[in-house]
């Protein structure tokens, strides 16, 4: 028996191919849009936080430049004044325009002070007030110039802007002290320190001439203070003496004299400085909620020690003009 085997049928023309799967177009997928964030608000913590640091943060820049004027940076400031105030004296000696009293511009040269054996070299302004004296030594204006005849006084700082008269202190009877002006030169010779309660110098003839220097100290030193309790002075005599012109006032205003303030004149202006140091600080608390702190810091520090120097020239009017 025979067996064949059966092959499958071979796919005929006609049959029909599948048909390929259709493809899509391709269409990008849409971007998702992000909503905007909102800005999250400080939280009231960090708002009292950038308050109290500004606020001490000021007070103690402020603070600082005071003390640092009135004890170092002011004595720069005197020596550009005395520069100017040299100048402006020497070219009124040489034109004989130089004034002799007894009535004189306050603020206006009047003389150059010398004194070796403190190394002093200053000039002398007219006024004893405390804006007076932060340029330099101030005469007082109803006592005669010194070198003329009569008993002349000068005031000088102790401890601040320069503190020319620092060491007057240590002077020693015998002790030099030249004295210019437009009348020409004089040479004193100090006879002695006193204090309050010492006994006042034997008076001298009456065509002498004779020089008191004045200045503050602290109770119970020789040493300057920055809140003088008491005043020095310093007397010294000359044999000779100039004309002294007439019309010299009998008194001077109480910020004048020695230990004097000029409270209810600057009264006006420490308002307007404190207005803006106020202002000041308002402004960097709100601009510390926008921009970084160290940015706020470099562009305002320059303005804040702008204002603090002024504020320090007028808060140096309520203090003894002696200090």
């Known amino acids: 028996m025979t067996m064949t085997t059966q092959r499958p049928a071979a796919p005929t023309a006609h049959a029909s191919a599948p048909a390929p799967a259709r493809r899509r177009p391709w269409r990008p997928a849409p971007r998702r849009t992000r909503s905007a964030r909102r800005p999250v608000a400080p939280a009231p913590a960090d708002d009292m936080w950038s308050v109290i640091s500004t606020t001490s943060l000021m007070c103690c820049l402020v603070a600082g430049w005071m003390v640092a004027q009135m004890l170092y940076l002011g004595g720069l400031s005197q020596d550009r004044a005395q520069d100017a105030l040299y100048e402006q004296f020497r070219g009124e000696l040489a034109a004989a325009t130089a004034p002799i009293g007894p009535v004189v511009e306050v603020g206006a040269p009047v003389a150059t002070l010398s004194i070796p054996h403190i190394g002093l070299e200053q000039v002398v302004v007219e006024g004893t007030a405390s804006g007076d004296l932060l340029v330099g030594p101030g005469h007082l204006r109803n006592t005669v110039l010194p070198g003329q005849r009569g008993t002349s006084a000068v005031f000088g700082r102790a401890t601040t802007y320069g503190a020319p008269f620092a060491r007057i202190g240590e002077l020693d009877p015998g002790d030099q002290v030249n004295v210019t002006t437009a009348q ?140």
């Open 184 to 323: 020409g030169s004089t040479r004193f010779r100090v006879i002695g320190v006193r204090r309050a309660g010492d006994p006042l110098p034997q008076p001298r003839p009456d065509d002498a001439a004779r020089l008191v220097l004045v200045s503050g100290e602290a109770s119970g030193s020789r040493l300057p203070a920055l809140s003088p309790g008491r005043v020095v002075y310093v007397d010294a005599e000359a044999d000779k003496s100039f004309v002294t012109p007439a019309g010299l006032p009998r008194v001077v205003p109480e910020p004048e004299q020695a230990m004097g303030t000029e409270s209810g004149a600057v009264m006006p202006l420490l308002t307007l400085c404190l207005g803006l140091l106020l202002a000041l600080t308002l402004g960097v608390i709100a601009a510390r909620q926008r921009f970084s702190a160290a940015l706020v810091w470099v562009v305002t520090t320059p303005v804040v020690i702008a204002v603090a120097w002024l504020t320090t020239d007028v808060v140096m009017r309520l203090l003894p003009n002696l200090m």
